[in-house]
């Protein structure tokens, strides 16, 4: 689960089991993981990398193209658009690449993040809807099946 906000961000990590691994918070204090559900070796077996590291990464992945372009201006970091991906350079280097390239924190759909440096790959998605949510309005198919009175 993931909170964008002015200055701020909150991602909380959670095992395909539904446990709280980590919460990362990059805020005006810093950048640093919480303590979640599961013991902090795990923490750090699955998060080799600082908390400052995955967060950068992750705004690269949730910021507008726009708000990435104007943070780098004047700095050795660049971002272009190339095909449908957005990738992050420092100086020429290629650091990361982002699928899809318009993508940021107000779409619903899943993006890939290629970190060439850090050699690995992220995948964020979605949350489903809830059982309990989807339970509140049924569907049209469901309605449909419903016996009339």
Do not use: C
Not at 53 to 64: G, I, K, T, V
Request: glycine share 4%; no cysteine.
């Amino acid at each position: 689960m993931i909170r964008l906000e002015e200055g701020k961000l909150r991602v909380v990590f959670l095992t395909p089991y539904g446990q709280r691994l980590t919460t990362l918070v990059h805020d005006e204090e810093g950048s640093r993981f919480e303590e979640g559900d599961v013991p902090e070796k795990m923490v750090k077996e699955a998060f080799p990398a600082s908390p400052e590291w995955l967060a950068s990464r992750l705004e690269w992945s949730l910021w507008p193209a726009v708000a990435l372009e104007e943070a780098f201006i004047d700095s050795p970091w660049s971002m272009s658009i190339a095909g449908d991906a957005r990738e992050i350079r420092r100086y020429d280097t290629l650091i990361a690449r982002i699928t899809p390239a318009m993508t940021d924190a107000s779409r619903e759909e899943t993006v890939i993040l290629e970190d060439r440096q850090g050699q690995f790959r992220l995948r964020i998605e979605p949350l489903e809807e809830s059982a309990t949510e989807s339970n509140q309005k049924p569907s049209d198919d469901e309605a449909a099946e419903e016996p009339s009175p």
